[in-house]
C-alpha cells in the first residue's frame, strides 16, 4: 500500500492550575480558538473545544507524526505563554500538570461533539472532579483521589 491512512481522534481534558476559574466570557471563547490554531499548526483537526471557568475539553484529530502527549505539551505551554502575554492576565495563568485523553471511536463522535457543546449546561450539576472520575471509571483506568488533585 503506497499510502498511510489515519483517523486518530482524542478527546482530551486538563483544567487550569489549582482549578482556578479563569476562563469565562470572552476569555473562554479566544482561549478554544488559541487551542484550535495549536492544533491546526499540529497538521491536526480541532472538531470541537469547549469547557468551562476551570477546565477544557477538546475533541481533535492528530495525524501519526505526533503522539498525543507531544500534542498535549505543545497545546499547554504556546496557550499559557500566549494568555500570560494579556494585559488581563500578566503572568497569572496557568494549566495543571496532568491531562486525561481517551481515543474516540467513529460511534461515539457526535456523542462526543454535543458533550463538549453542552458543558455549561453539563457543569451545573456537577463538578470537574465528578466529571473526570466518571471518564476514568468509564475507561477502566485505574487512581487515586490523590491523582486528581
Known amino acids: 500500500m503506497p499510502h498511510t491512512f489515519t483517523r486518530l481522534?482524542?478527546?482530551?481534558v486538563y483544567s487550569t492550575k489549582d482549578r482556578m476559574?479563569?476562563?469565562?466570557?470572552?476569555?473562554?471563547?479566544?482561549m478554544h480558538g488559541y487551542l484550535g490554531g495549536i492544533v491546526r499548526n499540529l497538521k491536526g483537526t480541532p472538531i470541537q473545544i469547549g469547557g468551562v471557568?476551570?477546565?477544557?475539553?477538546?475533541?481533535?484529530q492528530l495525524p501519526p507524526?505526533?503522539?498525543?502527549?507531544?500534542?498535549?505539551?505543545?497545546l499547554k505551554s504556546n496557550s499559557s505563554r500566549w494568555i500570560n502575554e494579556e494585559a488581563d492576565f500578566r503572568n497569572k495563568f496557568a494549566w495543571q500538570?496532568?491531562?486525561?485523553?481517551?481515543s474516540v471511536s467513529d460511534n461515539r463522535y457526535d456523542d462526543t461533539v454535543?458533550?463538549?457543546e453542552n458543558q455549561e449546561s453539563h457543569h451545573a450539576h456537577r463538578g470537574f472532579i465528578d466529571e473526570l472520575k466518571e471518564?476514568?471509571?468509564?475507561?477502566g483506568m485505574e487512581f487515586t483521589e490523590a491523582d486528581l488533585h
Open 53 to 60: 471557568a476551570d477546565h477544557v475539553h477538546l475533541f481533535i
Open 97 to 102: 500538570e496532568g491531562y486525561a485523553a481517551f
Open 65 to 74: 507524526t505526533i503522539t498525543i502527549a507531544e500534542a498535549v505539551n505543545k
Open 9 to 12: 481522534l482524542y478527546h482530551v
Open 135 to 139: 471518564f476514568l471509571e468509564r475507561n
Open 114 to 116: 454535543r458533550y463538549i
Open 21 to 30: 476559574p479563569l476562563l469565562s466570557g470572552a476569555w473562554a471563547e479566544r
